[in-house]
C-alpha cells in the first residue's frame, strides 16, 4: 500500500478475492501449520504477506498487536482478520476460521471417538521433529519482520527492550506490557520514522457491527451463567465453562490449557487422564491448540458429549476472541490513523518483534533442541525457508521425517 496525500483520499484498498478462496488457502494452512500460535503467524506471513500480498507487512504487524491486546487465541483471530479483508467481510472470516480450524478439530473429535492414539517412538520423533519445524518457521518470522520493522536504531532498541521485558515478566503480562511500553516509546523515538507504513486497512466492518459485536459479548458472558445455574441445562454449563475459558486468556495457546481443567476435571466432567491425554496429542496436530476443546467436548462424561459437545465446546472457546476482534477492528484503523497511534504503533511493532524474538528461544527452541543433531535440523528447515524458497509443508514434510529417523542413527 502507499500512502496518500492530505486530500482526504485514501490508499487504494488490496484487491479482494471471495470466501471461497480464502477458504481454501486457509485449509491448506490449517493441514500444514504445526508449532503452535507463534509459529502460525510465521506461516501466515509467509503465505499471505508474503507470497499472496494480501496485506502489507505492516498492516500484518499491526493486526498481530492487536490480537496480543486482545483475550483470545491469538494466531486464530489474525487469520479471521486477514478473511474478513480478503473475503468481503464477515463471510470471508469464517471461511477464514473455519479452513485453519476444522481440519485438526475434525481429527481430535475422531480421536476422542475411538480412533486409535498413536503412540511409540516414531510417534515420538515424528512430534520432535514437528517441534524443530515451529523453531524454523518462527526464526524465519523473526528474521523478517526485524529487517522491515526494526530498521533504524531507536526500533531496534525498542525490539531489545521488549525481549528483556519477555524474559523476566513471563506471561500474557509481560506481552502486553512490553508492547504497552513499545507504544509510549515509540511516542517519543519514532516521530520521525517517515511516512505511515501502511494505508487503511479497509476493514468490512461497520461502527454498527463493531459495537453489536461487543455487546454480545457482553451479554453472553454476563447471562449464559446465570441460565445455566437457572435451568441446569449441561449444555449451557459446557458452554459456559468454555466460553469464558476463552474470554479470560490473554496470550492463548497453552495458557488456556489450567483454565480449562479447572472448569471441567473437578467436577468429573473429564477425567485427568483423559484431558492429559488429549493435551498430548493436540501437540501432534496442526492448526490452533483451542482445538482441544473439541476433544474435551467430545469425551465429556455428561451429555451432551461426543460430536455435539465437540461442536458445543469448540464454538464456545473461540467465540469471544473473535467477537472481541470484529469489535474492535473499525476504531482500530481510525486510531492508528493519527500521526501519535502511527507514532506509537511504529514502536508498538518494534515490540512485536522483540516479544516473537523471545518466544523464539523460550519455549519453542527450549522445547525442541535438545541435541546437536536438532540443531542441524532445525538449521536446515531455516535455511529451505529464506533462502531457498522452499513451501513451509516441505519443511514440514522433511523435518518429521528427520524426526522419526533420528533416534535410529543418534540413539
Known amino acids: 500500500m502507499t500512502d496518500t496525500a492530505d486530500t482526504g483520499e485514501t490508499a487504494a484498498a488490496p484487491q479482494q478475492g471471495s470466501p471461497a478462496e480464502v477458504f481454501r488457502v486457509f485449509l491448506r494452512l490449517g493441514l500444514t501449520s504445526f508449532g503452535g500460535p507463534v509459529a502460525h503467524l510465521g506461516y501466515f506471513r509467509d503465505e499471505l504477506v508474503q507470497r499472496r500480498k494480501w496485506i502489507d507487512e505492516a498492516g500484518y504487524a499491526d493486526l498481530v498487536a492487536l490480537c496480543q491486546f486482545l483475550p483470545g487465541p491469538a494466531s486464530s483471530q489474525v487469520g479471521f482478520a486477514l478473511g474478513l479483508l480478503r473475503g468481503r467481510g464477515l463471510l470471508g472470516g ?48 523473526v528474521w523478517g519482520m526485524a529487517r522491515s520493522l526494526t530498521p533504524d536504531r531507536p526500533r531496534a532498541g525498542i525490539a531489545l527492550a521488549a525481549v528483556a521485558i519477555a524474559v523476566f515478566a513471563s506471561g500474557s503480562l509481560g506481552q502486553i506490557g512490553a508492547i504497552v511500553l513499545g507504544a509510549v516509546a515509540g511516542l517519543w523515538l519514532c516521530r520521525d520514522g517517515g511516512p505511515a507504513p501502511a494505508g487503511r486497512l479497509h476493514v468490512p466492518v461497520s461502527r454498527r457491527g463493531g459495537a453489536v459485536a461487543l455487546a454480545l459479548f457482553a451479554a453472553l458472558f454476563l447471562a449464559v451463567p446465570a441460565l445455566a445455574a437457572a435451568t441446569g441445562a449441561q449444555g449451557l454449563a459446557l458452554f459456559d465453562a468454555l466460553y469464558r475459558s ?157 524426526g522419526a529417523v533420528l533416534p535410529m542413527i543418534w540413539g
Request: glycine residues 12%; proline residues 8%; contains cysteine.
Open 246 to 402: 476463552g474470554a479470560l486468556v490473554f496470550g492463548g495457546g497453552h495458557v488456556v490449557l489450567p483454565l480449562l481443567q479447572a472448569e471441567l476435571v473437578p467436577p468429573g466432567w473429564v477425567s485427568n487422564e483423559a484431558f492429559l491425554e488429549g493435551y498430548g496429542l493436540a501437540q501432534a496436530v496442526p492448526g490452533p491448540l483451542f482445538t482441544f476443546a473439541a476433544w474435551l467436548g467430545a469425551v465429556m462424561g455428561p451429555a451432551p458429549n461426543g460430536i455435539a459437545g465437540a461442536a458445543i465446546a469448540l464454538a464456545a472457546i473461540f467465540l469471544p476472541g473473535l467477537l472481541l476482534l470484529y469489535g474492535a477492528l473499525p476504531y482500530w484503523d481510525a486510531l492508528r490513523r493519527r500521526p501519535g497511534a502511527q507514532s506509537a504503533m511504529r514502536g508498538a511493532n518494534a515490540a512485536v518483534v522483540g516479544i516473537l524474538g523471545a518466544a523464539l528461544y523460550s519455549p519453542v527452541w527450549t522445547s525442541a533442541v535438545l541435541a546437536p543433531p536438532d540443531f542441524a535440523l532445525a538449521l536446515a528447515g531455516f535455511l529451505a525457508l529464506t533462502v531457498w524458497q522452499a513451501p513451509p509443508w516441505t519443511v514440514v514434510l522433511g523435518l518429521a521425517a528427520a
Open 94 to 141: 469464517l471461511a477464514a476460521w473455519c479452513g485453519f480450524t476444522l481440519p485438526s478439530a475434525i481429527l481430535l473429535c475422531a480421536l476422542a471417538l475411538g480412533a486409535a492414539a498413536v503412540t511409540g517412538p516414531v510417534a515420538a520423533g515424528v512430534l520432535h521433529g514437528l517441534k524443530l519445524v515451529a523453531v524454523a518457521v518462527v526464526a524465519q518470522a
